[in-house]
Nanobody
Framework: QEQLVESGGGLVQAGGSLRLSCAAS????????MGWFRRAPGKEREFVAA????????YYADSVKGRFTISRENAKNTMYLQMNSLNPEDTAVYFC?????????????????WGRGTQVTVSS
C-alpha cells in the first residue's frame, strides 16, 4: 500500500522560511511525478508545485513562483518544498501527492495518492 507522509510544517513569522518534506513508501516512487497542494481555511485546495520523476521539469503556481522550490531525492524516496519569504497568505494545510507518469501535473484529480497534510501558519 502506498503511503505519503508530510512533515516540516509549523508556525513562522512573515518573511521566514520553512522546508516541507514528503516521505513516500510503496509504489509511490515508481518513476512518477509528485506535487504539493494546499488548502487555506474556507478555500478550495490549490496547486502549489509539481516535479517530474527526474526532477528536470518543475511547475509552480504564480503565487509562489520565485519563493518556493520543489525538489526530490529518489534515492531517499523523499520530496521537498523549500518555502522562502513566507507571508500570511501562505497559511494553509499543505499536502503532497503522487501519480503515474508522465506528468508532472497541476490538477488534483490527476493525482491518485495523497498524504494527510501538514499545517503551515505564517504570522504577520
Amino acid at each position: 500500500q502506498e503511503q505519503l507522509v508530510e512533515s516540516g510544517g509549523g508556525l513562522v513569522q512573515a518573511g521566514g522560511s520553512l522546508r516541507l518534506s514528503c516521505a513516500a513508501s510503496g509504489r509511490t516512487f515508481s518513476h512518477g511525478p509528485m506535487g504539493w497542494f494546499r488548502r487555506a481555511p474556507g478555500k478550495e485546495r490549490e496547486f502549489v508545485a509539481a516535479v517530474s520523476w527526474t526532477g528536470g521539469t518543475t511547475y509552480y503556481a504564480d503565487s509562489v513562483k520565485g519563493r518556493f522550490t520543489i525538489s526530490r531525492e529518489n534515492a531517499k524516496n523523499t520530496m521537498y518544498l523549500q518555502m522562502n519569504s513566507l507571508n500570511p497568505e501562505d497559511t494553509a494545510v499543505y499536502f503532497c501527492a503522487a501519480s503515474t507518469p508522465p506528468g508532472p501535473y497541476t490538477r488534483p484529480y490527476e493525482y491518485d495518492s495523497w498524504g494527510r497534510g501538514t499545517q503551515v501558519t505564517v504570522s504577520s
